[in-house]
Each structure stands twice: as structure tokens, then as C-alpha cells.
């Protein structure tokens, strides 16, 4: 498998919300990242500033923004912490009220990344910054680990140049509202 047919786990999530705006994200990558980001994602990403710079711990036992990836699945990614002792896989998220099916597969990708790269991982967890709670997530079955294969396989078999369903409450949200070729509306944020 090429590098380049690898997947980014960042992207499932949005898969879900709407394939279309995988496409117009490759499209923009290379544009201005800020020009694009609305005000949700903004906040999102600003909780993951302390991970990105390293800063969250020094104590040796937790590994803190590891680039992973796994072959099997052909996905690239990184993940938050994982601390050693618990062995534990942990997602920080800024705010969390619910926890969506997208952000399951993306930690189940992200632990299939550390099975393969030969870590232990026992437990999966997302933790909400806003409100302090850790929301433990089941280990993927093996049915589980199928679903997300052929999720996968969804992802990269989709043609941006068939039509897709819309929906018009998605759209008024999405950060790719005023890019975006099939629809005409105006975006919430702007
Ligand atoms: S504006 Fe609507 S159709 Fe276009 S990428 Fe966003 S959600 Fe998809």
C-alpha cells in the first residue's frame, strides 16, 4: 500500500458527519488552515495545544502525542496519551456531551495503531477537559474490528463526484459551508 492511500483517523469522524467534506479538506489542506477552521474546531484544537507542545506530562510512564499507524488498517494518526501502567489509551476532548460512533472508531483505530506498533492497551477512554469526566469505551470485538474495516473501505472507495445526500442542518454547520459546490447557503459562523 502507498503512504499516500493511507487515511488520517482525524478524518472519520467527519466522514460520518459528511464524505463530501473529506474531499473539499484535501482540496483546502494546502490553503489557510485558520482561514477555514470555524469557531468549534478552533476551541477543539486549542485543547489539544498543551498534548501537541508536550507539555501535559513528564512523567515517563505516560506517552503523550505519539504519531502511530498500522498497516493492516492503512491508517496514520496520533494519539493522546497512553499511560503504561494502566495501560491505558485515553482521548482528551475539550467538551463532551455525547459521544459520537465517528470518535468511537477513531480511538478503536487509534488502539488497533498501538496493538500492531506492539503496545499493551488495555482500556480505552475519552476525558472532557470542561467538565473532568472520563468516559470509558469497550475494547473493539472482533465484529467490532470488522465494522471498522469495511468503514475504512467505505472511506476509500468514495467518489466526490457522485451526489450525496444533504442535509441542510449538517450544512449550516459545516466549516466547509462557503467552499462547498453542492450547496448554496450561507454558513452560521461567518
Ligand atoms: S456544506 Fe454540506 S454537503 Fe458540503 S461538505 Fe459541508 S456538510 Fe457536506
Redesign the pocket.
Given at each position: 500500500m502507498a503512504m499516500n492511500d493511507y487515511i488520517l483517523i482525524s478524518t472519520l469522524n467527519d466522514f460520518i458527519?459528511?464524505p463530501?467534506?473529506i474531499y473539499?479538506h484535501n482540496v483546502y489542506i494546502g490553503g489557510e488552515e485558520d482561514l477555514i477552521h470555524a469557531v468549534p474546531q478552533t476551541q477543539g484544537k486549542a485543547s489539544h495545544a498543551t498534548i501537541d507542545n508536550k507539555t501535559y506530562s513528564s512523567l515517563k510512564d505516560e506517552i503523550t502525542n505519539l504519531s502511530v499507524c498500522c498497516n493492516e488498517f492503512g491508517i496514520v494518526g496520533k494519539i493522546d496519551i497512553y499511560k503504561g501502567k494502566e495501560k491505558l489509551l485515553l482521548e482528551r476532548k475539550y467538551k463532551l456531551e455525547k459521544i459520537y460512533q465517528g470518535q468511537i472508531y477513531q480511538l478503536w483505530a487509534q488502539y488497533f495503531c498501538m496493538l500492531e506498533m506492539g503496545y499493551d492497551v488495555e482500556k480505552l477512554a475519552f476525558y472532557a477537559i470542561l467538565t473532568n469526566k472520563t468516559f470509558f469505551i469497550d475494547i473493539p470485538t472482533k465484529e467490532n474490528k470488522i465494522e471498522l474495516a469495511n468503514f475504512i473501505l467505505k472511506f476509500k472507495q468514495f467518489n466526490p463526484e457522485l451526489p450525496?445526500h444533504?442535509?441542510e442542518n449538517?450544512?449550516r454547520h459545516?466549516i466547509?459551508?462557503n467552499l462547498?459546490d453542492?450547496?448554496e447557503m450561507e454558513n452560521v459562523y461567518t
Open positions: 458527519f459528511c463530501y467534506s473539499l450525496i444533504i442535509n449538517k450544512c459545516c466547509y459551508c462547498c453542492k450547496i
